[in-house]
């Protein structure tokens, strides 16, 4: 099956199913949110620590969720209910819990890059200053540097090559996308050597978030303005950065209305891909 016909029997599939979205999503959401709720201790100073919860919680919860979103999908590819009650059933818990763990492993090896940079970043712009080395007007030095001069490109150089660390971390989720739904089929082998087409698939899925990006990207831009305005009248009294504002509800509006609905949608694509190769397999023999 080729990436072309995966989309084109996962946008079948989504048709197909859409009086099942609401409800499918609704619980998706539920389940994510679950893991937030120990979040709620922040409110109180002696018990932020106990916030910590929401990590064992997210790794309990969300990793074997996303295992009978799997099967979910496979059964809607096959003519079945997109949601349903059975998929509540705790048959293979552990097993669930302990891929995502793995996997989860394995994708934070690959946005390592990403982790570090963005851990250094954040000491060089919010840890303790260093006078020569840390300092406001040291930092707008070293971006005037980057850019040959002119702060404002150097900036832009700094978030091109901030943005480019998460490439390795992009490429980890596309090339593991496949493993939840060679094992919804029961068999895990189905990716040994398919990795180049579900790759494809993927890729093809990211159409999905083209809307939303381009709104997400046009009200970012705009923000960004913004923050180049700030950084050409810098004073002696330190750099002000301008507060998002109304483009941080834009940005969530768009989530809501034009990312949320397609995600299952993108998922659909690789799920195809997958049973695709399976199908093939199955004709071969």
């Known amino acids: 099956m080729t990436v072309k016909q995966a989309a084109q029997q996962a946008r079948t599939a989504y048709k197909a199913h859409a009086s099942e979205l609401f409800d499918f999503l ?12 120990p979040c709620l201790f922040l409110l109180t ?4 620590m106990l916030s910590l919860l929401s ?7 969300v990793p074997f969720v996303r295992e009978k979103t799997a099967a979910a999908l496979q059964s809607a ?13 705790t048959e293979g818990y552990w097993r669930s819990v302990g891929n995502g763990l793995k996997k989860g492993f394995l994708l934070l090896l690959w946005a390592a890059p990403f982790i570090g940079v963005t851990i250094w970043g ?3 712009l919010f840890g303790k200053s260093v006078v020569g080395k840390t ?43 496949g493993d939840r739904h060679a094992r919804a089929l029961g068999d895990r082998s189905l990716i040994r050597g398919q990795r180049k087409g579900i790759l494809g698939a993927w890729l093809r899925s990211l159409l999905t978030v083209v809307p939303f990006a381009a709104v997400a990207g046009f009200t970012g831009g705009r923000y960004m303005l913004s923050v180049v305005k700030a950084l050409n009248t810098i004073s002696g009294k330190g750099l002000s950065i301008p ?8 940005i969530l509006a768009a989530f ?25 397999k199955e004709h071969a023999a």
Not at 55 to 61: D, G, I
Not at 144 to 173: E, K
Not at 256 to 280: D, M, N
């Open 55 to 61: 990590v064992p919680l997210f790794l309990l919860l």
């Open 122 to 124: 954040y000491r060089v």
């Open 26 to 37: 609704l619980f998706q959401v539920i389940v994510r949110l679950i893991p937030l709720t």
């Open 77 to 89: 590819l096959e003519g079945g209910p997109l949601f349903s009650r059975e998929y509540l059933g």
């Open 135 to 177: 300092d406001v007007f040291s930092v707008m030095s070293a971006l005037s540097g980057l850019g040959g001069g002119d702060v404002v490109r150097g900036m832009i150089y700094a978030m091109l090559i901030y943005m480019a660390t998460l490439l390795p971390f992009c490429f980890g989720l596309a090339f593991h996308s």
């Open 45 to 48: 100073p002696n018990l932020k």
């Open 256 to 280: 809501v209305v034009l990312l949320l609905p397609l995600i299952p949608l993108k998922s659909l694509i690789t799920a195809a891909k997958v049973r695709g190769i399976r199908e093939e």
């Open 243 to 250: 507060k998002p504002g109304a483009g941080l509800y834009v």
